[in-house]
């Protein structure tokens, strides 16, 4: 016989839509209150989101509006195992690298680890994450009954700097955050072109692109431009400053926090999509790209190559002179670029957010589901 269970999910990155970890967290939620499930349902936040589907009955939803974000982690720590406990809770999951670490014993806990970047590029990731990540990643992993790894790349990379991890790591694949048959809106920038993914950040890479970018109008007869649509920036480079010292205006251009109408446009009119990324627990924007059957130039290395597969041209992306070439071949080379392309729609049908929902759910319930 079929239990029903008190299953807890930490939604707090379902106020931040347009990062990884909100999509993430936005396509299982929504897949899972489609889904017509019998367990009961608490998603624990410290600030209001909102979703574009109306929750189940079986749903309830626990926010406290704390307003002051360096407060989420005492808030996680210390109000979301009361509220397990309040709520009889019989697993809980965590979508955002590390659980509550108070939650009482009995509870089950599962874990969703996208990368360990804190550890092998900790210079790219700001201070306070850093201190987070070393704090209570570890302790997760001591405490949780399973975790979900993104991809292959990054279970590797959690048995490498935690080698002495119990629980069963499973590889669950994202999906593409957009559907292709939404609304679209206007493109603001003409085709064809080269197109960036992704917030402004060290581990992105983008001083090397730029350079690369450089490069390749300089060796191409027919340059194409190319488009970086992204979010916030941090760190010392100047992504705009670079762009104006270098005269580069009238041929890359800035696109600030696109909506899903905007980035679909994007995407339906790109001739590729560059992502060569240092670092990626999996890389989010390639699999986007397959869907609008876009080929791809991608690195060769962490994650971003085992989702690219044959769909992409994979370049070192410490080298420019690689990167640039990559660009030069995608722009001459027709043949080459529709074979990509080709691959990249076919590629793209195995990336679905109602399998990832699927295989998510029955991990989290793997074991107490069904009572005797």
Request: glycine share 4%.
């Amino acid at each position: 016989m079929n239990k029903v269970l008190n299953i807890g999910i930490d939604a707090r990155y379902l106020a931040l839509p347009n990062c990884g970890i909100g999509r993430y967290t936005a396509n299982l939620v929504r897949e899972f209150a489609t889904q017509e499930l019998a367990h009961r349902i608490f998603l624990y936040s410290d600030r209001p989101f909102k979703l574009p589907i109306p929750l189940p009955d079986n749903w309830k939803v626990r926010i406290v509006d704390i307003h002051y974000i360096a407060f989420t982690v005492f808030f996680e720590q210390i109000v979301f195992p009361a509220w397990a406990w309040k709520d009889a809770i019989d697993v809980f999951w965590s979508p955002i690298n590390h659980l509550p670490v108070l939650l009482p014993p009995k509870i089950r806990k599962v874990l969703t680890v996208h990368d360990v970047t804190w550890k092998r590029f900790p210079q790219t990731m700001p201070w306070r994450g850093r201190v987070i990540e070393a704090v209570l990643l570890p302790r997760s992993l001591q405490i949780a009954d399973h975790v979900i790894a993104d991809s292959q790349f990054t279970r590797s990379e959690i048995l490498a700097f935690y080698p002495d991890t119990r629980c069963t790591i499973d590889v669950v694949y994202l999906a593409s955050s957009l559907k292709s048959d939404g609304a679209t809106g206007s493109c603001p920038v003409p085709g064809p072109y080269f197109l960036f993914v992704g917030s402004k950040e060290p581990r992105k890479n983008i001083k090397r692109l730029l350079e690369a970018y450089i490069q390749y109008r300089k060796a191409t007869s027919d340059p194409i431009a190319l488009v970086i649509a992204g979010a916030h920036q941090w760190g010392e480079f100047s992504v705009a400053d670079f762009i104006r010292i270098n005269g580069l205006q009238a041929c890359v251009h800035l696109i600030q926090n696109a909506d899903d109408t905007v980035l679909r446009a994007l995407y339906a009119n790109a001739q590729a999509l560059v992502m060569v990324s240092l670092y990626e627990g999996f890389g989010l924007p390639l699999v986007e790209a397959m869907q609008w059957d876009i080929p791809l130039i991608a690195s060769n290395n962490s994650s971003v190559a085992e989702i690219a597969g044959n769909a992409g041209m994979l370049v070192d992306p410490y080298d420019t002179d690689a990167i640039s070439r990559a660009l030069t071949r995608m722009t001459e080379d027709e043949t080459a670029r529709l074979e990509l392309a080709l691959r990249a729609k076919t590629r793209g049908r195995r990336f679905s957010w109602k399998q990832t929902a699927s295989e998510t759910m029955a991990l989290l319930v793997s074991g107490l589901a069904t009572s005797k």
